[in-house]
């Protein structure tokens, strides 16, 4: 009967236990609760998120820090990024640090798996998954030079523009107060509206100031508007320390990254040179002489940065494109720009007098 009490006695504080939610002391229970990640940084679907933050998780409760790794642990934003994966225990905290700066105005997923495991060995229910928005990539170099309606040709001048040889334009090309006739080489033919002609060597149309209406109004409007960029290109501060007349007005193998770059000189560019920056970032070269780019020579575009960003602006007898060189941006000259046979450009040529195109390329921006 004694030891009959006894296992009724047992019985019934198993019975409690169960009944206040403890596990089975004789079943060969523990910890079965599953770990959650209790909050995230970045939050799910935050934005401005700077491109230099870390990734966090921190969890619910201890975790094993072995299964805290890479592979359990990932980031993707148009392709998997790569990283380095830690967790500290006092914390409870896992961090993803990218190996490098993520992109600007870019949406990442993070991602959690059920491969990380508490300290009991209990995984997640679910992965967790959430995504964040990295802050506006901001523009670099100098403020923006409005082209205004000038923006609408690939070449424009004021007094002629001439061509020898097979020269392939993209773009329109546009002359005042010059007549049509002043524009040379290029075998116009007068479109049936009289407000523009054609070429075969022109992706586009030929307007000059004798046409009909409203293309001589729209002209003027455009050279002036050219005009007004060439000013604001020519006032804007002077460049000081590096950016101040490098190389003594020649420069060859250099990489020029955003910002104005101011020459009291002509500026010869004797071999290729790098312009190097993004999509969004700007460039303004003021050249008090004249503009040369050698025969041969390569203005190369590095990082995504674009030539409708780049301005030449020459205030000198002009700018000349040498045989079979590459030339990136827009050239805002007070005087006449060259290109020279084999030449190629990709940008506008927007002269306050003549353009000449010897068997050139030129694609606008």
Known sequence: MKYRKSF???????????????????????????????????????????????????????????????????????????????????????????????????????????????????????????????????????????????????????SAISTTGVTAVTGDLGI?????????????????SGQFSTSSLVTGNVYASDYSVPTPANLITAVGDMETAYTDAATRTPAVGANLNMGAGTINGVTLTPGLYTWGTDLNITGNITISGSSIDRWIFQISGFLSLANGAQIILSGGALPQNIVWQVAGTGATLGTTSHFEGIILALAAITANTGATMNGRALAQTAVTLNATTLVEP
């Open 176 to 192: 005042s107060p010059a007549a049509a006739s002043l524009v040379t080489g290029f075998a116009l033919i007068m479109d049936g």
């Open 8 to 158: 009724l006695t047992i019985a019934v504080v198993i019975a409690a236990l169960v009944l206040a939610g403890c596990p089975d002391p004789g079943g060969g229970g523990g910890d079965t609760t599953k770990p959650t990640v209790s909050s995230t940084s970045p939050a799910a679907l935050a934005t401005g998120v700077a491109v230099a933050a870390n990734i966090t998780a921190t969890f619910s409760e201890a975790m094993t820090a072995t299964t805290i790794v890479a592979a359990n642990f990932t980031l993707a934003g148009g392709g998997a990024v790569s990283g380095v994966v830690s967790y500290d225990a006092t914390t409870k905290i896992a961090t993803f640090n990218p190996t490098s700066d993520l992109s600007n105005s870019t949406v990442y997923t993070a991602t959690i798996t059920t491969g990380v495991k508490d300290s009991a060995g209990n995984a997640l229910a679910a992965n967790k998954v959430w995504t964040f928005t990295t802050v506006a990539a901001v523009a670099q170099g100098p403020a923006a030079v409005n082209l205004g309606t000038a923006a609408n040709y690939a070449v424009l001048a004021k």
